[in-house]
């Protein structure tokens, strides 16, 4: 499958902590959010997303900030499991052709 | 109800070769695109078709390039000649409406150019 995880970030965390992923957007006009988990020999899988008139979205175990003052976007990922071993993606929506501007991804490894 | 899929899983072609990727959407979903991740960078956009029309085809990296969607169903993305840069992860996905919404991803064609 894909070497997802090469020349990532990785965030290396205990089984049962919570899991904090940052990711930084560059498009002050972006007004939709989305994170996706991928999986080695899968592809995106959605998470959550946010738009822009929110700054906070919950999901199951999963929770979507946002800070539009300083573009910024973060993952939470409460009592993470083994499961939750992936490589993240933000991804940010600015416009009406439907593309989506994905970040470089975020390796996360759960340690058991 | 099947997911979306791409064949073949793994490509492994020499650089002046030719490729052809296929995707065969979710059944019903009008709007497909074409994504790419090469040199384990970030994931980008190449195309956007709502049924055999491109919509969207900005990300287009140049004319080696060509997608195509007969009939609206199956698409498929070939490149020719392929380079070396062109190795990478070939995603497609689909949506029932045109939306940026909850994309559903297939599993990727892992291409490799030696």
């Known amino acids: 499958g894909e070497n997802v995880g090469l020349h990532l970030p990785t965030l290396s965390v205990q089984e049962g902590d919570n899991s904090i992923i940052n990711c930084a957007y560059s498009?002050?006009?972006?007004?939709?959010f989305i994170w996706y988990k991928q999986e080695s020999g899968k592809g995106p899988q959605f998470i959550i997303d946010?738009?822009?008139?929110?700054d906070k979205r919950q999901g199951q175990r999963v929770t979507v900030l946002l800070n539009k003052t300083v573009k910024h976007l973060s993952l939470q990922i409460a009592a993470t499991q083994p499961g939750d071993s992936a490589v993240y993606f933000c991804a940010e929506n600015a416009d009406s052709s439907y593309k989506l501007i994905f970040g470089s991804g975020t390796r996360l490894l759960v340690r058991p | 109800e099947a997911g979306v899929t791409q064949f073949p899983s793994h490509s492994v072609i020499e650089k002046g070769q030719t490729v052809t990727l296929r995707c065969d959407p979710i059944s019903g979903h009008d709007n497909l695109y074409w994504y790419r991740r090469v040199m384990g960078k970030e994931i980008k956009f190449l195309l956007h078709?709502?049924?055999?029309?491109?919509?969207?085809e900005s990300g287009m990296p140049n004319n080696r390039f060509l997608a195509e969607r007969t009939g609206g169903t199956y698409s498929t993305l070939k490149v020719q000649p392929a380079e070396l840069e062109d190795s990478g992860v070939y995603f497609c996905a689909s949506s029932q409406r045109a939306t940026r919404e909850k994309l559903f991803f297939g599993s990727g064609t892992q291409l490799s150019v030696l």
């Open positions: 078709f709502v049924k055999e029309s491109k919509q969207d």
């Open positions: 946010i738009r822009s008139n929110m």
């Open positions: 498009n002050s006009a972006s007004d939709y």
